[in-house]
């Protein structure tokens, strides 16, 4: 099996605010001296393992991101009729076992992401001691887990900063999306019309506001480690393969959610080089430290492609082949299909 398999997408995006920053507006990057929007990793690893189609098939094998956990463990004593006093003093004991709580709250201070395995054995705890009547023993509070059945953790690794030997290394690397060209965010300056509003005696905008947004094609660059993700997954083989396949149609087919609902900005990858091998990985984007730039004979689109394959041919004649085998599709020119890249990802 090759350890590392690289993916490098372009996607085109219509008008939106799929990743804004704290002002509202559409996050941006400056890369070769040019203001591009940007897409951060941490919205799109949040739109893949939330989506319907990250979660197809995995039923079972996802975590949960929650600071919420002591509330959980809490309406379960409650339920059983333990008192609201004890229910609280066990369930912090519960819930502090996956980082610092809140004083006075039942809330962990910092998100902890959750295996399957470690959920289960927390509601167990919590039905044993609430049969029993009893708070949890020390030994029992021994909860937390190198999760083995949660894809997403697999993935994307978890931070325990109170608990480091349970940490987990992510075995799929996402870099920040962003344009392959100058792009601007822009201002929608719109209003609402008050429909019970006749307008004679007032004919004004009942609302008015603006947004930020943009538009433009972004280069997307993922390194997996296969050997990592099997190795996160307890060694399994036919679950490694599915969470491959599953992330390999989510990362194509998934849009973020930010302002969806406004504009309407679902987008499927129109581009994807795959690169398998043992080598060392490397983005390649540094073929879009030039803003890209539409001629008479190329599209935008076209162009990124060009400027793409161009940087890798060129990758590779530096520095001999970066990869062993890859595989490419393109929606413009009608090659390669989504199954055959997931199969060549799957593939020895």
């Not at 333990?82 to 819930?95: C, G, L, T, V, Y």
């Not at 506001?209 to 997996?224: D, M, Q, S, T």
């Not at 993700?229 to 087919?253: P, W, Y």
Request: hydrophobic share 40%; charged share 25%; proline share 3%.
């Amino acid at each position: 099996m090759k350890r590392f398999i690289q993916l490098h997408l372009l996607t085109s995006y219509p008008p939106a605010n799929l990743n804004r920053d704290d002002t509202g507006r559409p996050k941006t990057a400056l890369v070769g001296e040019a203001l591009r929007l940007r897409i951060s990793s941490q919205s799109l690893k949040r739109a893949w393992r939330t989506s319907d189609i990250g979660l197809t098939g995995l039923e079972g094998h996802l975590g949960v991101r929650t600071r919420r956990m002591g509330l959980e463990v809490f309406d379960a004593l409650r339920a059983e009729g333990i008192p609201e006093k004890s229910a609280h003093e066990w369930a912090r004991k519960i819930a502090e076992q996956f980082g610092a709580l809140k004083k006075g709250n039942l809330k962990i201070e910092q998100l902890a992401h959750i295996g399957p395995e470690e959920r289960t054995a927390v509601m167990d705890l919590a039905r044993v001691c609430a049969k029993e009547k009893r708070e949890p023993s020390k030994e029992e509070l021994k909860l937390l887990r190198k999760p083995q059945e949660a894809v997403d953790i697999a993935m994307f690794g978890r931070m325990l900063a109170s608990a480091p030997a349970y940490n987990v290394e992510a075995a799929v690397q996402v870099a920040h999306a962003f344009t392959v060209h100058k792009a601007a965010v822009e201002d929608d300056y719109f209003s609402a019309v008050d429909d019970l509003n006749d307008g004679s005696e007032d004919a004004g905008a009942a609302f008015i506001y603006e947004r930020g947004y943009g538009a433009g094609v972004f280069y997307l660059y993922l390194c997996i480690n296969r050997e990592l993700l099997k190795e996160n997954l307890g060694g399994d083989t036919a679950l490694s393969n599915r969470a491959l396949e599953t992330l390999i149609s989510a990362v194509t087919r998934v849009s973020p959610t930010g302002m969806q609902n406004s504009f309407a900005s679902r987008a499927y990858a129109s581009y994807a080089l795959a690169e398998k091998g043992e080598q060392q990985p490397r983005s390649l984007a540094q073929a879009f430290l030039k803003p890209v730039r539409a001629t008479a004979d190329l599209s935008l689109f076209d162009a990124a492609v060009a400027a793409l394959e161009r940087r890798y041919d060129n990758f590779n004649k530096v520095y001999g082949a970066c990869s062993d085998s890859h595989y490419m599709f393109n929606v413009e020119s009608g090659e390669g299909s989504l199954t055959d890249l997931a199969n060549f990802i799957k593939g020895d």
